[in-house]
């Protein structure tokens, strides 16, 4: 009873906080659901018709028993299938890694990120990353992480994706996806 075991978060709380900490997500509250359609690999997505959709919560995507959005249905988001859940089935998959990897919304929230941790450093990328870790994390790199992060900068030709890359690794760390 001392200790808490870690707890995933839920596949809104994952997909809402990568938009907040990108400085992507729309705070726009109540309205219509945000239609889906279906993307060039065949995935459903948050249709950009408005240019705000893909951005908004999570709670207003719309999804409906046979098109879901595959992001937010990796993470055990509740299906239009079962007729009651008391309590979420929460599990630890390959494909949630793959997803995090793979996923358009990554990739879109990791580049806008990295573009404002530069933007706020001036471009300093020993900063960016002390920035990264605060706003990520909520704290600062240790001495090994911050070795770690130069490494993955440094082995890209270019020092922006070698940021964004790291980034990218920190969405997919335990420390985002779980409370502790």
Same mark, same amino acid.
């Given at each position: 009873?001392?200790?808490?075991?870690?707890?995933?978060?839920?596949?809104?709380?994952?997909?809402?906080?990568?938009?907040?900490?990108?400085?992507?997500?729309?705070?726009?509250? =109540?309205?219509?659901?945000?239609?889906?359609?279906?993307?060039?690999?065949?995935?459903?997505?948050?249709?950009?018709?408005?240019?705000?959709?893909?951005?908004?919560?999570?709670?207003?995507?719309?999804?409906?028993?046979?098109?879901?959005?595959?992001?937010?249905?990796?993470? &055990?988001?509740? &299906?239009?299938?079962? &007729?009651?859940?008391?309590?979420?089935?929460?599990?630890?998959?390959?494909?949630?890694?793959?997803?995090?990897?793979?996923?358009?919304?990554?990739?879109?929230?990791?580049?806008? =990120?990295?573009?404002?941790?530069?933007?706020?450093?001036?471009?300093?990328?020993?900063?960016?990353?002390?920035?990264?870790?605060?706003?990520?994390?909520?704290?600062?790199?240790?001495?090994?992480?911050?070795?770690?992060?130069?490494?993955?900068?440094?082995?890209?030709?270019?020092?922006?994706?070698?940021?964004?890359?790291?980034?990218?690794?920190?969405?997919?760390?335990?420390?985002?996806?779980?409370?502790?």
């Amino acid at each position: 009873m001392w200790r808490k075991a870690p707890l995933r978060l839920e596949a809104e709380s994952i997909r809402d906080s990568m938009l907040a900490l990108s400085g992507l997500l729309n705070g726009k509250m =109540f309205g219509r659901q945000e239609p889906i359609k279906r993307g060039p690999d065949g995935q459903w997505l948050p249709d950009d018709k408005t240019g705000e959709g893909q951005n908004r919560r999570s709670l207003y995507v719309a999804q409906t028993r046979t098109r879901w959005v595959n992001f937010l249905h990796v993470f &055990d988001c509740p &299906d239009m299938t079962s &007729d009651s859940q008391q309590e979420r089935f929460r599990a630890s998959l390959p494909t949630q890694s793959l997803a995090l990897m793979n996923s358009q919304l990554v990739l879109r929230t990791t580049k806008a =990120f990295t573009a404002k941790v530069l933007e706020e450093s001036n471009n300093n990328r020993e900063q960016a990353v002390n920035l990264a870790f605060q706003e990520i994390y909520n704290r600062q790199p240790t001495v090994k992480e911050r070795q770690i992060a130069e490494t993955s900068i440094a082995a890209e030709s270019d020092p922006q994706e070698g940021l964004r890359l790291f980034v990218q690794a920190m969405f997919g760390a335990n420390n985002f996806l779980y409370s502790y």
